[in-house]
């Protein structure tokens, strides 16, 4: 678990914030949208840009290191 916060940590901001209203706090994309004054669209490039970059990342981990990290 220390691993998948350390990694959304060093997320930019933006896709950071997305990320989490997103995926851990339930919002809607339309919600987040609102939240963060911006376009549904532009959360949604975030949210997308910034799974992309944690699946990136697990994807190099050795097998088990994740779990032996967590």
């Known amino acids: 678990m220390r ?3 350390n990694l ?3 997320l930019p901001l933006p896709q950071r914030q997305a990320l ?3 995926g851990a706090e339930g919002f809607t994309y339309e919600e987040a949208a609102e939240r963060l004054g911006c376009q549904v669209g532009t959360v949604k ?3 997308s840009r ?3 970059f944690l699946i990136e990342s697990f994807e190099g981990l ?3 290191l994740l ?3 967590a």
């Open 20 to 22: 989490l209203l997103v």
């Open 50 to 52: 910034a799974r992309a």
């Open 3 to 5: 691993t998948v916060l």
């Open 62 to 64: 050795p097998d088990g």
């Open 8 to 10: 959304i940590g060093t």
């Open 45 to 47: 490039s975030r949210v």
């Open 67 to 69: 779990a032996a990290r």
